[in-house]
């Protein structure tokens, strides 16, 4: 069994930055992928990105593309979303979750395991 610890997360100005961390503990190479995903008050949960345990591809959808950038630290056992150019939009709870369902531009939850989430506000 999985377990995700994200941290990271704060309070930070438009157009700044901030960097995520998933840390998995147990049975990770069981899962064949990592993804990002987050929720905003009042909103579905929307997927962000992942990475691909196997290969270390990498998946975006496009309201995050070009400003997010996914990787992994498999000595550490660590997945990490490094957040640019934030803007307000982006203010929500980020979670890690194992196995979702990858595809360029969309990102999907699937019956994997999930981290507790991080709080992520962009506001001056």
């Known amino acids: 069994q999985v377990q995700l610890v994200e941290s990271g997360g704060g309070l930070v100005k438009p157009g700044g930055s901030l960097r995520l961390s998933c840390a998995a503990s147990?049975?990770?190479?069981?899962?064949?992928?990592i993804g990002w995903f987050r929720q905003a008050p009042g909103k579905e949960r929307e997927g962000v990105s992942c990475?691909?345990?196997?290969?270390?591809?990498?998946y975006y959808v496009d309201s995050v593309k070009g400003r997010f950038t996914v990787s992994r630290d498999n000595a550490k056992n660590t997945f990490y979303l490094q957040m640019n150019s934030l803007k307000p939009e982006d203010t929500a709870v980020y979670y890690c979750?194992?196995?979702?369902?990858?595809?360029?531009?969309?990102?999907?939850?699937?019956?994997?395991?999930w981290g507790q989430g991080t709080q992520v506000t962009v506001s001056l």
């Open positions: 147990g049975s990770i190479r069981d899962s064949y992928a």
């Open positions: 979750a194992t196995n979702p369902t990858c595809m360029e531009g969309t990102v999907d939850a699937g019956r994997g395991a």
């Open positions: 990475i691909s345990n196997s290969d270390g591809t990498t």
